[in-house]
């Protein structure tokens, strides 16, 4: 098998720390990453194409030139804000973009395609911790351009044979604990990294959106996946592909913690007294979205090592202080 693997927002954060876990298991990764939100510092494993997933000119060259056996695909928009006010770039870029990717892979012989998809597929959860089999009926734009993808998926397995795993991420957080790489998003919209900012920036205040929650403490209550727990899933899923069926399969730790949670830890790491804003409930957002990680045992043999959100934090921390 060629060891070259193309990856898609390799620039970015998730992308960046799959690229390490790549190179470190012998992979090449090939970054197509436009930089629209990545940054080229984070490509240090491989090699950078800066261009578009939407340009099937790029996309052909890199097919011919490194023939990768094998597409990781994290480019795309993130804010589900900016979808509720911009949908119409959610859709051309999320879902008409990886069209692009997909048709680019069938002609040129490549077929198996590990995706980010997201939590977001399920919408308002009528249980949790949430099954792969949960109805999906996403709320906003961005979590429409994600189900469009899936929905592409199935479509292309069937009829051109692409293999397929589209991993259904909860709350990506931390950092590469070496310090090489970390999140690095503007503007922010991660708890974590809001968080920490209030304890380093004096003029920062942190929200915190609904204190009345059916939670134990009120506040909302949400699964934080270590972003190195995240890309060794992604590996695990193209080993997969070589002798499996396509499949989507969540990647979350399986227990939550609320914001008050994230807040006091975030205290504990940062020696801040972090004095949150208590605000009003946001609408659509559920009081509490857990993983059940049982697939992802059960199929990749994955199971999270950094299951301890003091951990996770301390290594946004150390990131963000470098
Ligand atoms: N961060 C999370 O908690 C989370 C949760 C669920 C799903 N996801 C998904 O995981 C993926 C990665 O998320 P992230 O947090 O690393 O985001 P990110 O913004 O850091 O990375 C996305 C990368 O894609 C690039 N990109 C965007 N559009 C592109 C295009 N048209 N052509 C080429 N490059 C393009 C950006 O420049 C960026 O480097 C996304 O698909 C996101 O929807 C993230």
Known sequence: MNKNILVTGGAGYI???TCKALAQRGFTPIVLDNLSNGHDWAVKWGPLVKGDIADRAVLDEIFEKYQPSGVIHFAAFIEVGISMKDPGSFYRNNSCGTLTVLEAMRDHG???FVFSSTAAMYGMPNQVPITEDHPQWPINPYGWSKFMVERMLEDFSMAYGTKFCALRYFNAAGADPDGEIGESHDPESHLIPLV??????????ISVFGTDYDTPDGTCIRDYIHVCDL??????ALDYLADNESIAINLGTGTGNSVQEIIEAARKVTGDPIV????????GDPSRLVADRTLAKEKLGWEPQYTDILETIRH???WMNR
């Open 110 to 112: 490549c077929d198996r």
């Open 15 to 17: 992308g960046s720390h």
């Open 276 to 283: 949150p804003i208590l605000g009003e409930r946001r609408p």
């Open 196 to 205: 920490l900012r209030a304890a380093k920036d004096p003029d920062w205040n």
């Open 231 to 236: 890309a060794d899933a992604h590996i695990r």
């Open 316 to 318: 946004a921390w150390e």
